[in-house]
């Protein structure tokens, strides 16, 4: 029959004797508690109970607390390490103590500051950058944020530019279109630059994302083989 306790139910909200069924995430909980009745009445009997270990129930009572360190005095004024929660209510002595020793024996594990940069880097570029739809352990290079643009020579206005790919020298008396590239920021690369063709641009927007990627260390984040598929593909939309 497992454990039981007066609570609400999730279902019915009536108090009641309810279990701890395990689900999935609900509301931020890893369990809902169900009355016996709905358990029967929506047959709920096979879904096991919620059976956390002591460090998953301290995390559930824990996890949307804030945890702030604050420094406690003795008599003589040294300084002493201390918690408190949002509401400055010090965390008691025997969370401290548990938190301590759980925290010894991560600190104890091969490889943990390898694993934290990894993480750390991960959420740093899932923050930055899509998904690469194709490969989801690769992000896609923001394109879009290369301002790639397609003009037109406007007829009354004689100006010229040397394409920064191919060095011809082009003029607006010649007519037609041109495309200038104005990487933003993120990117972390000068002037605009202009080309006489889709394939000069092609070349000059992979060389500036090659150098971004090889700058930033980004060779496994990025597919760089699929890159200039997507170029020609990122111009032709221009
Ligand atoms: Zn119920
Ligand atoms: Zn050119």
Request: glycine residues 6%; proline residues 3%.
């Amino acid at each position: 029959m497992g454990n039981t306790e007066v609570e609400v139910c999730d279902i019915c909200l009536s108090m009641q004797d309810t279990k701890r069924l395990q689900v999935k995430r609900y509301r931020g909980q890893r369990y809902r508690n169900v009355c016996l009745p709905c358990i029967s009445e929506k047959g709920l009997e096979n879904i096991p109970e919620y059976n956390p270990t002591k460090l998953q129930e301290f995390v559930d009572e824990m996890e949307w607390d804030a945890i702030v360190p604050t420094i406690l005095y003795d008599d003589n004024g040294k300084e002493y390490l201390g918690f408190a929660n949002g509401q400055t209510n010090l965390l008691a002595k025997d969370k401290m103590r548990f938190i301590a020793e759980e925290l010894l024996k991560t600190v104890e594990l091969n490889g943990l500051a390898e694993f934290i940069e990894n993480h750390n880097e991960k959420t740093y570029m899932i923050a930055l950058y899509s998904r690469d739809p194709e490969n989801t352990d690769k992000f896609l290079v923001p394109l879009d944020r290369l301002n790639i643009k397609r003009k037109q020579f406007k007829k009354n206005k004689v100006w010229g530019f040397t394409c920064g790919n191919c060095s011809t020298k082009i003029s607006s008396k010649d007519g037609g279109e041109y495309f200038s590239i104005s990487p933003s920021q993120i990117f972390n690369y000068g002037p605009t630059e202009r080309a006489c063709s889709e394939g000069c641009m092609k070349v000059i927007a992979k060389d500036i994302v090659m150098e971004w990627i090889s700058d930033n260390d980004y060779h496994d984040d990025f597919d760089t083989d699929k890159l200039g598929r997507r170029i020609t593909e990122h111009i032709k939309q221009a």
